[in-house]
């Protein structure tokens, strides 16, 4: 095992709904402290850093950003870690699930140099059709989009082709070989090789019979290929449409052909 508790932290974040849950319950299962202090999903309720930060009439002013985050994230290490140490289970090392963590991202990697982020990304039709859209409200201006309060599917397919765009940029080019991107979907067909890869960049060995027990905690959801029974395939934007597919997603063309899509 390579992690080391207090400089090796574990991410865990997605576009909401990407199926992030199930990463932090292997990664718990794999021996990481993912929290105390998490609500049903996993999500970490100790987390400081929100969109307050970038509200004009209570945000820091940008000199003092940076100080502000860096002391909100300290209060965070050392509440994680003593929650860490206060645990009967023994833990291999410490990491959170903020499906909103790949917004931070340089931020991140400034305060945790040797950070650890495993973003999570479900085929972004099945997203636009998601009812967990309120990622794309409150985050849509990181983008330059104000898609106000009920985001339709083509806002919020835009939206996940932005954010994800910007993740996998912010993640490669600042923690490299540190940075993994999970296909939900393709975990869901063979958890064995995404489990696989999860534990070799976390430096971790796990025998078949551990490799077995998480396999089995994994499940397409219900809703996966949920697009293809949309009615309103039309009023998608094609050149977000054509970036699922480069983002590693097939996308039926056919239905949209059917559906007036042009």
Known sequence: MVMEPERWPVAVGGVGGSGTRIIAELLTEMGVFMGDFVN???????????????????????????????????????????????SDRPYLGWGWKVPTSFLWLSELHDFFPGLRYLH????????AYSRNRSQAQLW?????????????PEEVLRYWV???????????????????????????????KGIGRMAGMLGLSLDRY???ELVRRVHPPRSMNRYRRQPDLAALNLDDVREVERLGFPVDHQLFARAGAG
């Open 120 to 127: 999570v990304i479900r085929h972004g039709l099945d997203m």
């Open 140 to 152: 849509g201006h990181r983008f330059d989009m104000s898609p106000g309060s009920h985001p339709s």
């Open 162 to 192: 932005r954010a994800n765009r910007h993740a996998v940029a912010q993640g490669e080019a600042l923690l490299r070989d540190r940075f993994l991107l999970i296909n939900f979907d393709a975990l869901c067909m063979n958890p064995e």
């Open 210 to 212: 551990h490799m077995a």
């Open 40 to 86: 049903h999903a996993l999500d970490n309720y100790a987390w400081p850093l929100g969109a307050e930060l970038d509200v004009p009439d209570i945000a820091p002013p940008p000199h003092r950003r940076q100080q502000s985050i860096a002391y909100a994230l300290g209060g965070f290490e050392h509440a994680m870690l003593g929650a860490l140490a206060r």
